[in-house]
């Protein structure tokens, strides 16, 4: 249950929360390392195979059958271009007792009904080391969902056989959500909402997909020859302080580029070029520009003094109250999204810190790879 808040716009009294999501280490090939998964996580990915299911038929008519036909009409896309994410999710399945239709459905969301997801999520943001007080670049986000997300949110630390390692926030169960790799590469998203979505390579994939690589060029160029089902904004940062980010639709794939060495990105396409593919409505895009001009001002106003102390008041910001960067279920009428995690990476250190709840009321965690 998340804590009421009486006064919106204050700091809560005493100490932030210490609160953690759990932490799990999986290791081996990958059906291995999603067999663990599957295992170790089983009440939660339960959790959320009921949440997501419940939530889903509360807005449509739609049975089992149609369901499982919908979701593993994605499968193709998966085992073409990345076979080794359904050995996981053929692992998840079998260790946590569900079917690989229930299994791939943890790994969608927006493209079953994509007109049921316009939603308030996410803000991203990296900086170079130039922009910095310490030459460490740093790259995050506050994760903006509905709030049962709160409860089923996990750290993973997978550790293949082969390719780099991974260190990552992510609902139990989904393969692939935000975080970084052992490369030196973190990879961060948003929600971008856009027409002529198809059945494809899943958005959610795209993340961990791109954490496959040691650099911005190497996950871009992977990325851009991938079949995507939908749009969505990847932000990274990688070891050679490169940063780099991709506004994309189910067909184009366009770079933003750092500005001063700071880049932030919300909800709203930024590129010129796809300016006429946003579809986001309402009070929808009026959230998206507040929290990205807000950042923006954020970030720009301690240029050359950020660091992750500085990062983590950004993240806690609350001043364009109903439009804030750290958010609450009672800040927008008639929405249950929060931000039920924050996080902010180092990269090239290894480590990320993580708040498991709104930043303003949860205090960070820090996380690093185990070798």
């Not at 399945?93 to 969301?109: H, V």
């Not at 948003?190 to 496959?212: H, K, M, V």
């Not at 902010?344 to 290894?350: E, H, L, R």
């Amino acid at each position: 249950m998340m804590p009421k808040e009486q006064n919106l716009n204050i700091e809560p009294e005493g100490k932030r929360i210490q609160k953690t999501f759990p932490y799990f280490k999986l290791q081996g090939t990958p059906r291995e390392i999603g067999r663990q998964y599957g295992e170790k996580c089983k009440d939660l990915i339960h959790q959320h195979l009921h949440y997501s299911i419940s939530r889903l038929k509360e807005r449509v008519e739609i049975n089992s059958k149609i369901i499982k036909e919908k979701v593993l009409s994605y499968q193709e896309y998966v085992l073409q271009y990345a076979p080794f994410f359904d050995e996981e999710i053929r692992g998840v399945a079998e260790g946590a007792g569900i079917t690989l239709d229930e299994a791939y459905l943890l790994q969608l969301r927006a493209e079953i009904y994509e007109d049921l997801d316009a939603s308030l999520e996410c803000t991203t943001f990296a900086y170079k080391e130039e922009a910095s007080c310490d030459q460490i670049p740093l790259i995050g986000q506050n994760a903006d969902l509905p709030d049962f997300y709160s409860d089923i949110g996990v750290i993973l630390e997978i550790i293949p056989n082969e390719g780099p390692s991974i260190l990552m926030l992510t609902p139990a169960g989904q393969v692939s959500y935000i975080g970084i790799n052992d490369q030196g590469l973190g990879v961060f998203a948003n929600f971008l909402t856009c027409d002529e979505w198809r059945i494809g390579f899943p958005r959610y994939l795209t993340s961990r997909l791109a954490l496959t690589q040691r650099t911005v060029n190497d996950a871009s160029s992977l990325l851009s020859s991938v079949y995507r089902a939908s749009s969505r904004n990847l932000i990274m940062l990688d070891a050679e302080n490169n940063i780099l980010d991709l506004e994309t639709t189910a067909t184009a794939l366009l770079p933003l580029h750092a500005n001063n060495g700071i880049l932030a990105h919300a909800n709203h396409y930024l590129k010129d070029e796809l300016l006429s593919e946003e579809r986001l409505p309402g009070i929808f895009f009026k959230n998206s520009q507040v929290r990205q001009e807000r950042i923006n001002e954020l970030l720009e106003e301690h240029n050359g003094a950020l660091d992750m102390k500085k990062v983590m008041e950004v993240f806690r910001d609350r001043e364009t109250y109903p439009h804030c960067l750290s958010r609450i279920r009672s800040d927008i009428k008639n929405s249950d999204v929060i931000t039920f995690a924050s996080v902010i990476a180092s990269p090239s250190t290894g480590e990320i810190w993580v708040a498991a709840g709104p930043p303003h009321l949860y205090e960070y965690k820090r996380y690093t790879f185990s070798s």
